[in-house]
């Protein structure tokens, strides 16, 4: 991708007035995507599709990470409908591994924010499919569900934060070994997004999870991660109505993570579908 030709179309002045005498332009909408790490609480609106494609590269090895994701309002934008399909290479002691990890199947409630507003609420909950397999490292062995909580809130001086709380439960996950035990994984968010132009974005992200894993027979052992992202995104609005939002960030490990690092890139396609009323 040429980043810089997309930076320079992103970043063209936007003139505050039309001629002499004419009215102001519009103000344009800000960028109300997906974060990278942390949720947004911000639904499709009513006929919008999206299409998400995310790619993780660690620095550390030759691990990555792909998901395809596809959101679909329901009736509107107070319900939502999502699936995300995840491929992955992981490294292991006997090689590395490739395929697809657990299919997502994801419903979300807009709880506040329908009308727009300085704040939003969106709880979503997830199951997640043991379409990967987990002998190979590729998934967690058995179904599970999920639940996380976005909330988002516009702040002063351009700014606009997003906060996450979630947990997952597998009760029969599984290990490479094929030993079962019961899993929970907790995780929390936090995202400062710096509205440097409304179609281009400065990104800061938090994540913490604490996790469960299967050590042997109805035995698990508990690990924590924390990670810092700075990033950034732009929009490319077309006067069909499709938007692509591309971006890029640099996730690196905090305290017991440290040293990890990796390169994370995104790319979204939002458009209308159907008959718009």
């Known amino acids: 991708m040429h980043t810089l030709l997309v930076l320079s179309l992103i970043l063209v002045p936007i003139p505050a007035l039309t001629q002499q005498g004419t009215s102001p332009d519009p103000k344009p909408v800000p960028i109300q995507d997906n974060s990278f790490l942390v949720e947004e609480a911000y639904n499709q609106g009513r006929g919008i599709v999206q299409h998400i494609s995310t790619f993780a590269k660690s620095r550390n090895d030759n691990a990555w990470a792909y998901t395809f994701t596809q959101e679909w309002p329901v009736r509107g934008q107070r319900h939502q409908l999502s699936y995300s399909i995840p491929v992955a290479r992981v490294e292991q002691t006997g090689g590395s591994q490739t ?35 987990s002998t190979r490292g590729l998934g967690a062995g058995g179904t599970g569900l999920q639940l996380n909580i976005p909330f988002s809130a516009e702040l002063p001086a351009s700014l606009v ?18 030993d079962a035990a019961a899993t929970t994984d907790y995780s929390l968010g936090q ?6 132009h409304p179609k281009f974005n400065v990104m800061l992200e938090a994540a913490w999870s604490r996790s469960q894993e299967v050590a042997g027979p109805w035995l ?58």
């Open 191 to 196: 995202s400062v997004i710096w509205l440097a």
């Open 220 to 277: 698990t052992e508990r690990g924590t991660e924390f990670v810092l992202s700075p990033g950034v995104r732009g929009a490319i609005d077309f006067a069909s109505g499709l938007q692509i939002v591309p971006g890029l960030a640099f996730p690196f490990g905090v305290g017991a993570s440290r040293g990890l690092r990796s390169v994370f890139a995104y790319l979204s396609f939002e458009h209308p579908f159907g008959r718009r009323r």
């Open 99 to 133: 395929g697809m990890g657990d299919i997502a199947l994801n419903y979300r409630y807009q709880i506040k924010g329908v009308e727009g507003g300085p704040t939003a609420l969106a709880p979503r909950l997830t199951i997640l499919l043991p379409t990967g397999t």
């Open 161 to 178: 934060a997003h906060t996450n709380a979630g947990m997952t439960y597998t009760p029969n996950a599984r290990n490479t070994l094929g």
